[in-house]
Nanobody, 113 residues
Framework: QVQLVESGGGLVQPGGSLSLSCAASGFIFSSSNMRWYRQAPGKEREFISHISTTGTTNYADSVKGRFTISRDNSKRTVYLQMRSLQPEDTAVYYC???????WGQGTQVTVSS
Protein backbone atom coordinates (compact mmCIF):
# COMPACT_ATOMS: atom_id res chain seq x y z
CA GLN A 1 0.00 0.00 0.00
CA VAL A 2 1.01 3.61 -0.42
CA GLN A 3 3.14 4.89 2.45
CA LEU A 4 4.78 8.24 3.03
CA VAL A 5 6.96 8.53 6.12
CA GLU A 6 8.30 11.92 7.13
CA SER A 7 11.30 12.40 9.38
CA GLY A 8 13.73 15.08 10.46
CA GLY A 9 11.47 17.34 12.49
CA GLY A 10 12.45 18.72 15.85
CA LEU A 11 13.18 21.81 17.89
CA VAL A 12 15.36 24.52 16.38
CA GLN A 13 16.24 28.04 17.41
CA PRO A 14 15.13 31.04 15.34
CA GLY A 15 17.49 31.53 12.44
CA GLY A 16 18.40 27.86 12.41
CA SER A 17 18.07 25.18 9.77
CA LEU A 18 16.41 21.81 9.51
CA SER A 19 16.08 19.20 6.81
CA LEU A 20 13.01 17.01 6.40
CA SER A 21 12.77 13.74 4.50
CA CYS A 22 9.81 11.81 3.17
CA ALA A 23 10.38 8.18 2.27
CA ALA A 24 7.85 6.76 -0.17
CA SER A 25 6.75 3.21 -0.87
CA GLY A 26 3.91 1.34 -2.54
CA PHE A 27 3.79 3.36 -5.75
CA ILE A 28 5.97 4.43 -8.66
CA PHE A 29 7.73 7.34 -6.98
CA SER A 30 9.54 8.58 -10.08
CA SER A 31 6.19 9.08 -11.83
CA SER A 32 4.63 11.03 -8.98
CA ASN A 33 4.56 14.73 -8.32
CA MET A 34 5.29 15.47 -4.68
CA ARG A 35 4.45 18.31 -2.29
CA TRP A 36 5.09 19.53 1.21
CA TYR A 37 2.37 21.14 3.29
CA ARG A 38 2.28 22.36 6.87
CA GLN A 39 -0.36 22.96 9.48
CA ALA A 40 0.14 25.27 12.44
CA PRO A 41 -2.05 24.99 15.56
CA GLY A 42 -5.47 26.48 14.94
CA LYS A 43 -4.77 27.09 11.25
CA GLU A 44 -5.62 25.37 8.00
CA ARG A 45 -3.12 23.18 6.24
CA GLU A 46 -1.14 25.28 3.78
CA PHE A 47 0.87 24.49 0.68
CA ILE A 48 4.63 24.89 1.02
CA SER A 49 6.30 23.49 -2.04
CA HIS A 50 5.88 21.26 -5.08
CA ILE A 51 8.30 19.24 -7.17
CA SER A 52 7.27 17.60 -10.41
CA THR A 53 8.48 14.34 -11.88
CA THR A 54 10.89 16.35 -14.03
CA GLY A 55 12.22 18.35 -11.09
CA THR A 56 10.32 21.57 -11.67
CA THR A 57 9.71 23.30 -8.36
CA ASN A 58 7.54 26.02 -6.93
CA TYR A 59 7.09 27.52 -3.49
CA ALA A 60 4.67 29.45 -1.36
CA ASP A 61 5.66 33.09 -1.02
CA SER A 62 6.10 32.62 2.73
CA VAL A 63 9.02 30.21 2.25
CA LYS A 64 10.48 31.28 -1.09
CA GLY A 65 14.21 31.81 -0.81
CA ARG A 66 14.43 29.98 2.53
CA PHE A 67 13.16 26.47 1.74
CA THR A 68 14.38 24.09 -0.96
CA ILE A 69 12.54 21.01 -2.16
CA SER A 70 14.38 18.18 -3.90
CA ARG A 71 13.93 14.54 -4.71
CA ASP A 72 16.07 11.45 -5.12
CA ASN A 73 14.21 8.91 -7.21
CA SER A 74 16.81 6.23 -6.53
CA LYS A 75 16.02 6.55 -2.81
CA ARG A 76 12.30 7.16 -3.34
CA THR A 77 12.62 10.20 -1.12
CA VAL A 78 11.60 13.83 -1.27
CA TYR A 79 13.41 16.40 0.88
CA LEU A 80 12.68 19.83 2.28
CA GLN A 81 15.68 21.88 3.37
CA MET A 82 14.65 24.76 5.59
CA ARG A 83 16.85 27.65 6.65
CA SER A 84 16.38 30.98 8.43
CA LEU A 85 13.56 29.38 10.37
CA GLN A 86 11.27 31.64 12.36
CA PRO A 87 8.68 30.94 15.07
CA GLU A 88 5.92 31.30 12.48
CA ASP A 89 7.35 28.26 10.70
CA THR A 90 6.30 26.12 13.67
CA ALA A 91 3.88 23.50 12.38
CA VAL A 92 3.38 19.87 11.55
CA TYR A 93 4.93 19.29 8.13
CA TYR A 94 3.28 16.81 5.78
CA CYS A 95 4.44 15.06 2.65
CA UNK A 96 1.83 14.54 -0.09
CA UNK A 97 1.74 12.79 -3.43
CA UNK A 98 -0.43 14.99 -5.60
CA UNK A 99 -0.53 12.34 -8.30
CA UNK A 100 -2.24 9.80 -6.03
CA UNK A 101 -3.66 11.94 -3.24
CA UNK A 102 -1.96 10.31 -0.24
CA TRP A 103 -0.60 12.03 2.87
CA GLY A 104 2.14 11.13 5.29
CA GLN A 105 1.60 11.21 9.04
CA GLY A 106 3.51 14.45 9.51
CA THR A 107 6.55 15.56 11.46
CA GLN A 108 6.59 18.35 14.03
CA VAL A 109 8.85 21.34 13.53
CA THR A 110 9.12 23.78 16.41
CA VAL A 111 11.07 27.01 16.13
CA SER A 112 11.68 28.51 19.53
CA SER A 113 14.42 29.95 21.69
Amino acid sequence: QVQLVESGGGLVQPGGSLSLSCAASGFIFSSSNMRWYRQAPGKEREFISHISTTGTTNYADSVKGRFTISRDNSKRTVYLQMRSLQPEDTAVYYCYTSTLGYWGQGTQVTVSS
